[in-house]
T-cell receptor
Framework: DADVTQTPRNRITKTGKRIMLECSQT?????MYWYRQDPGLGLRLIYY???????NKGEISDGYSVSRQAQAKFSLSLESAIPNQTALYFC???????????FGPGTRLTVT | QKEVEQNSGPLSVPEGAIASLNCTYS??????FFWYRQYSGKSPELIMS????GDKEDGRFTAQLNKASQYVSLLIRDSQPSDSATYLC??????????????FGKGTKLSVKP
């Protein structure tokens, strides 16, 4: 079984809709991250959480919110989706005091 | 603004050749360095980590680090078509008041021709 899972894997939604992307991990890691990836722009950090009570904005948090429901679960919400949020979204995790991150399989989101 | 720079490529090498991928970083305080491989449409996969100056070898992969020059490289020996992917360089950083984050380069696309 995969250590880091993301649901859904693919999603098409309409402008203005609220959508939630979910991430779960069985690695026992404290730290979790949400990135988006766009062609030519690389990975950009949206939000990160070092533990359940710690949530931090990343490079591009506008238009997004997150919830850390448990050590193993970290959700990303788009309150009102817009077409330029069409991208590949990745969740990642790592241990406290370690830097190497492990990625989930990704969610391909299309906003029409 | 902390930065990690990579040549976007594509870098094209014949099968069996050595592929050399390079990365420079701006934060002299960075201590940990990683290479990820990403196939098209898939998630990044960690393939190498390096923490001290010099070379680190793992199978056909060798990571090289020169902190004085702020330079990291990845060599792939005996390149195979299955090595065709985008390679992301990642460097530990102090982001937004928090240690523990990685700063990623935009990646170099490698194409290995049979």
């Amino acid at each position: 079984d995969a250590d880091v899972t993301q649901t859904p894997r693919n999603r098409i939604t309409k402008t203005g809709k609220r959508i939630m992307l979910e991430c779960s991990q069985t690695k026992g890691h404290d730290r979790m991250y949400w990135y988006r990836q766009d062609p030519g722009l690389g990975l950009r950090l949206i939000y990160y959480s070092f533990d359940v009570k710690d949530i931090n904005k990343g490079e591009i948090s506008d238009g997004y919110s997150v919830s850390r429901q448990a050590q193993a679960k970290f959700s990303l919400s788009l309150e009102s989706a817009i077409p330029n949020q069409t991208a590949l979204y990745f969740c990642a995790t790592n241990r406290d005091r370690a830097y190497e991150q492990y990625f989930g399989p990704g969610t391909r989101l299309t906003v029409t | 603004q902390k930065e990690v720079e990579q040549n976007s490529g594509p870098l094209s090498v014949p099968e069996g050749a050595i592929a050399s991928l390079n990365c420079t970083y701006s934060d002299r305080g960075s201590q940990s360095f990683f290479w990820y491989r990403q196939y098209s449409g898939k998630s990044p996969e960690l393939i190498m980590s390096i923490y001290s100056n010099g070379d680190k070898e793992d199978g056909r992969f060798t990571a090289q680090l020169n902190k004085a020059s702020q330079y990291v490289s990845l060599l792939i020996r005996d390149s195979q078509p299955s090595d065709s992917a985008t390679y992301l360089c990642a460097v530990s950083g102090f982001y937004g008041g928090s240690q523990g984050n990685l700063i990623f380069g935009k990646g170099t696309k490698l194409s290995v021709k049979p």
